[in-house]
C-alpha cells in the first residue's frame, strides 16, 4: 500500500465521514490487489482528522504532537487493514480504542526519564484517576490501603506508583531550589579526596605488609620521609640509578599485589 501522505486529509463532518467510511470498506472487502489498496487509502486519508483529534489530547506532555500524531496515524492505518466490516460498519468504534491504546504505549515506551517496572507503568494513570475520585468521595486525599482496595493491587504498588510520579521528568540541575534559591547543580557535593585517599590506604596496607623489611624500608625513605633517590643510595650504599631500578621493582611487586600485572616479582 502506498503512504497516505499523497491524500491531503478531508474537511467533512462526522456524519458524512462515518457513512463514507461505510461505503468504501464494502466496496474495499470485494477487492484485492492495488484497487482494494486504493481504497483503503481512502478510508485512512477520510479518518486522519480524528486520528489528529486524539493525538491533541496528550500535547503538551512532554512529547511533540507532530510525533505523536504520527503514532496516531500509524496505529489508524492498522486498524484500517485489520477492520472486518462484518463485526459492524463503524470503523471508529474499533479504531478509537486501538489509537488510544497506541498512544498510550508510546507514554509508557518513551516519556519516562527514568523508566519504572511495567506493571507500575500500567497502573500509574488508573491511580491518578482513582485519587481524583476517591478525593471527591471522601472529602480528603485517600490512604494508600484505601486506593489499593480501588485498584484492586497490593499496597507497595500503590505506594512505588505514588512515588514514580516525577520520574517521566528529569529535573534541570539549574532549576532554582525554592528554599535558598541556589540552583539544584550548586548544592551536589563534590568529590572528596579524602574517599580516594582512604581506598587506596586499605588496597594498598595488606599489599605493602607483604613487601620484604628492606623494600618497605625504601618505600618509606621516598614517600614518609620524602628523600630524593641520591639520598636513599647515599643511606643504601648504592648508586642513585639502583635506586631508581629497586623502586621500579618494588612498583612491579605491588601492582602485582593488587592483581594489576601479572609478572612475577623480581629479585631484590
Known amino acids: 500500500m502506498s503512504t497516505v ?3 491531503k486529509p478531508l474537511d467533512v463532518g462526522p456524519a458524512e465521514r462515518k457513512a463514507r467510511t461505510a461505503r468504501l470498506l ?3 472487502r470485494d477487492l484485492t490487489g492495488a484497487e482494494r489498496d486504493r481504497l483503503l ?3 485512512i486519508v477520510l479518518n486522519i482528522p480524528v486520528a489528529r483529534s486524539l493525538a491533541s489530547r496528550y500535547r503538551n506532555r512532554g512529547q511533540g504532537l507532530d510525533e505523536l500524531e504520527q503514532v496516531a496515524c500509524l496505529a489508524l492505518t492498522r486498524a484500517v487493514q485489520g477492520f472486518d466490516p462484518e463485526r459492524g460498519d463503524d470503523l471508529l468504534v474499533f479504531a478509537v480504542p486501538s489509537i488510544l491504546g497506541e ?3 508510546h507514554f509508557r515506551s518513551v ?3 527514568v523508566r519504572p517496572p511495567r506493571r507500575i507503568q500500567e497502573i500509574r ?3 491518578v484517576a482513582a485519587e481524583d475520585e476517591l478525593t471527591q468521595q471522601l472529602g480528603r486525599s485517600p490512604h494508600a490501603d484505601e486506593l489499593a482496595a480501588e485498584l484492586a493491587c497490593p499496597v507497595t504498588e500503590v505506594e512505588e506508583a505514588r512515588s514514580c510520579g516525577d ?3 528529569a529535573a534541570s540541575l539549574d532549576e532554582p531550589i525554592a528554599a535558598t534559591g541556589s540552583p539544584l547543580g550548586d548544592l551536589l557535593p563534590d568529590d572528596d579526596p579524602g574517599f580516594e585517599r582512604s581506598e587506596a590506604v586499605v588496597m594498598l596496607g595488606p599489599a605493602c605488609r ?3 623489611p628492606r623494600d618497605r624500608w625504601i618505600l618509606r625513605m621516598r614517600f614518609y620521609e620524602q628523600l630524593t633517590q641520591q639520598e636513599i643510595a647515599d643511606e643504601l650504599g648504592v648508586t642513585q640509578v639502583q635506586v631508581s631500578r629497586l623502586l621500579q621493582r618494588i612498583f612491579t611487586d605491588l601492582r602485582r599485589s593488587l592483581g594489576h600485572d601479572d609478572r612475577a616479582p623480581s629479585a631484590a
Request: aromatic content about 8%; charged content about 30%.
Open 111 to 113: 516519556s519516562w526519564a
Open 167 to 169: 520520574l517521566a521528568h
Open 26 to 28: 464494502a466496496a474495499a
Open 41 to 43: 487509502e481512502e478510508v
Open 103 to 105: 498512544l498510550k504505549r
Open 125 to 127: 494513570p488508573r491511580l
Open 210 to 212: 607483604r613487601l620484604k
Open 5 to 7: 501522505t499523497a491524500f
